[in-house]
């Protein structure tokens, strides 16, 4: 069940705005002004009781509670206890932490390594040491599963063994009237890459997730926003776990259709970075946002590629364009961030947060500026990143190595490795050219065995997801 503020700001939100997640410099603008042109549809909402919000566990993060029969309610802690009580006359909050697990990158000594050859031969053996194969497209369970539920960014992460999907705009083919829509919801996988679990939704901002914090709209006071701007926009990373119970999600929040802003804009204006802590709620899984912003609008937006739990740190990646603002001239930055596991500021504090710097190979505390993007670029081999906006970090078992993937402008899904989260990469390998992908990810959890031998990959755009999957044969 959610927690009274993020299921109500959801409401406000999606009646009001149902804007867009799509990033400013997109390049994709043909897809999301389909839904540009739709600023006000009708969506009726479940609207939710309204419920107290409780912290009994006093580590500042809302509880997931539900009402039992009769007067008691019953919340569930960070260590996974329910407490049950009367309303009443609830138990006084005890502050305790907890150390949290710490996510490591070690491989398990049984599965299949492989070593990969340079790019060059890797490309030529196409087909013989590395075959590509479509599977067919995500379904979905439960009503919706027949409604053909459709839209961009299929993400995945693992929150307390559960894999929670969190995706971009989704609506269902044929129109908002059909399933609604919603910008950025989540929901619970399944045993199949190929399945989500939609069991409990018929309208997909049922399932919605990461909202504005109070503080930086106010939509909750039923105004306009700041400018004249009448809708949000949220772009939300992949969850990474801190531990068995919390994760985190950071996304980059937009206030769109803004009058007073130029064309070249899209009406579009960054307000800056947030960050949620994610706990799994019965149904869905569950998003808070701990604070207002992190960073402005002119920071980088960390997390916007992907992020990944590794070493004891939450990673972030970024692509900030430099140079050309055409997206194809433009120079793409890779930029990496991170924060420790431990910081209990991870998610309300920019010191908590550091950035790698190539040239004097340090990590420097808080949250740059994007003009300093170029300062940041991380290192590959092949000299430049073929990388736009969206992706996935993960460490493979397989080749024992980070693996970052990223797509190009609707023609390349590409990945490079690297010994180390911050680098230096390798050289850039293809995997996928010649189709459209938009925001094509890596799902690591369903690799058979857990062994990253083969991988699945989801491919957009704004139709079902297509699922692919990619063998290596390079064992070792
Ligand atoms: C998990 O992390 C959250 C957020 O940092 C923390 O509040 C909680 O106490 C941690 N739980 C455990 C079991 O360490
Ligand atoms: C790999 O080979 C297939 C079949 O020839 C081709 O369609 C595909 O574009 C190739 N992939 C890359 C990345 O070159």
Same mark, same amino acid.
């Given at each position: 069940?959610?927690?009274l503020?993020?299921?109500a ?13 799509h990033?400013?410099?997109s390049p994709?603008?043909v897809?999301h002004r ?12 479940n ?7 409780? @912290?009994?566990?006093g ?7 539900k009402?039992?029969?009769g007067?008691d309610?019953?919340c569930?802690e ?9 309303? %009443? ?26 070593? /990969?050859?340079?790019?060059a031969t ?9 075959t590509?194969?479509k ?5 979905y369970?439960?009503?919706?599963g027949?409604? %053909? ?9 693992? /929150? ?7 995706f971009?705009d ?5 129109g908002?009237d059909?399933?609604?829509f ?18 409990d939704?018929t309208q ?17 006071? %039923?105004?306009?926003?700041g +400018? ?6 949220m772009? $939300? &990373?992949n969850?990474?776990a801190?531990? $068995?119970?919390?994760g985190?999600?950071?996304?980059? *929040?937009?206030?769109?259709n803004?009058?007073?802003?130029d064309?070249?804009?899209d ?12 706990t799994l ?12 912003l992190?960073?402005g ?14 070493e ?5 990646y970024t692509v900030? @364009? ?17 924060a420790?596991i431990?910081d209990?500021?991870i ?10 710097m ?8 808080g949250?740059?500026l ?11 081999? &092949?000299?430049?990143?073929?990388c736009a ?18 797509? /190009? ?8 490795t690297?010994?180390?989260p911050?680098?230096?990469? &390798?050289e850039?390998?293809?995997l996928?050219?010649g189709v459209?992908?938009y ?5 690591p959890e369903?690799? *058979?065995?857990? &062994?990253h ?5 989801s491919?957009?755009?704004d139709? +079902?997801? +297509? ?5 290596f @044969?390079y064992?070792?």
């Open positions: 069940m959610h927690s503020t993020v299921h700001a959801g409401l406000v939100a999606c009646l009001i705005a149902p804007a867009l997640s990033p400013t410099h994709r603008h897809h389909r839904y540009e042109h739709d600023a006000s549809p009708t969506i009726s909402p609207i939710p009781t309204k419920r107290t919000a409780y @912290d009994l566990d580590n500042g993060v809302p509880d997931v509670c009402a039992l029969s007067t309610e019953a569930e960070s260590n996974s206890q329910w407490i049950t009580f009367n309303p %009443n006359s609830p138990p006084t909050p005890t502050a305790k932490l907890q150390a949290p697990v710490i996510q490591t990158a070690v491989a398990t000594a049984s599965l299949p390594r492989g070593t /990969l050859p340079s790019a890797f490309q030529q053996q196409n087909g013989t040491k590395w590509l194969t599977k067919g497209v995500l379904q369970s439960g009503p919706l027949q409604m %053909n539920l459709q839209g961009d960014k299929a993400r995945t992460g693992v /929150l307390g063994g559960q894999v929670i999907w969190n971009g989704m609506t269902c083919a044929g908002l059909v399933c609604g919603d910008m950025g919801p989540a929901m619970y996988g399944t045993s199949s890459i190929s399945t989500v679990n939609t069991q939704i997909i901002q049922d399932a919605a997730f990461i909202q504005p914090h109070a503080s930086t709209t106010n939509f909750f006071a %039923n105004e306009i926003l +400018e004249g701007c009448t809708a949000w926009g772009d $939300n &990373s969850v990474a801190l531990n $068995n119970t919390h985190i999600v950071l996304s980059w *929040e937009q206030w769109r803004c009058p007073s802003l064309r070249k804009t009406g579009v204006q960054d307000r800056g970075l947030g960050a949620s802590v994610i709620g019965d149904k869905f899984p569950t998003a808070t946002r701990v604070s207002g992190l960073a609008g002119d920071r980088v937006a960390a997390g916007k590629l992907a992020i990944m739990a590794a004891g740190y939450i990673y972030s900030e @364009d430099s140079g050309m603002s055409s997206g194809f001239f433009a120079t793409h930055n890779m930029i990496v961030g991170r420790s431990n209990r500021d998610f309300s504090s920019t010191t908590a947060w550091e950035f790698y190539p040239s004097t190979q340090s990590w420097v505390s949250i740059p994007r003009t300093d993007a170029p300062k940041y670029n991380l290192q590959t081999a &092949s000299g430049k990143w073929n906006v969206y992706g996935t970090v993960m460490w493979s078992n397989y080749f024992n190595k980070y693996m970052l993937f990223c797509d /190009l402008l609707e023609n390349e899904f590409n990945f490079y690297a010994d180390r911050e680098g230096p990469w &390798s850039e390998y293809q996928i050219t459209s992908g925001g094509s990810m890596v799902h369903y690799s *058979e065995d857990g &062994s031998k083969a991988l699945y990959i491919m957009g755009p139709t +079902e997801f +297509e699922i692919w999957r990619v063998e @044969d064992d070792a």
